[in-house]
């Protein structure tokens, strides 16, 4: 399994960035997908998820109205569009997957990581 992480980089404050994450080795139609961010120093962090079938989507409340998570079932890939961003949401973003009955926001039930990709928003 691989869930490969892209389309993190510098912007300013209150820009738009877009990452995706395109899976290999499992399907994002059998897997609950999310994304989650580990600032320096803290603990990572769940951020936004999407269920198998995509009914589900949940968000972290610091996020909520300015980010938006997506997939593309024939791409299997998954996306976070992010706006409004803001200096406290520098971090590694994480992609990963889970297989479990219930949709999760907890970290501990993800089975699946990719490397993480950068984001870093300047003030």
């Known amino acids: 399994v691989q869930l490969q992480a892209s389309g993190g980089g510098l912007v300013q404050a209150g820009g738009s960035m877009t990452l995706s994450c395109a899976a290999r080795?499992?399907?994002?139609?059998?897997?609950?997908m999310a994304w989650f961010r580990q600032a320096p120093g803290l603990e990572r962090e769940f951020v936004a998820g999407?269920?198998?079938?995509?009914?589900?989507?949940r968000y972290a409340d610091p996020v909520k109205d300015r980010f938006t998570i997506s997939k593309d079932n024939a791409k299997n890939t998954v996306y976070l569009q992010m706006g409004g961003l803001k200096p406290e949401d520098t971090a590694v973003y994480y992609c990963?997957?889970?297989?479990?009955?219930?949709?999760?926001?907890?970290?501990?039930?993800?089975?699946?990581w990719g490397q993480g990709t950068l984001v870093t928003v300047s003030s």
């Open positions: 990963a997957g889970e297989r479990g009955i219930g949709f999760s926001t907890t970290l501990a039930r993800y089975d699946y």
């Open positions: 080795g499992l399907s994002v139609t059998n897997y609950h």
């Open positions: 999407i269920s198998r079938t995509g009914i589900t989507i």
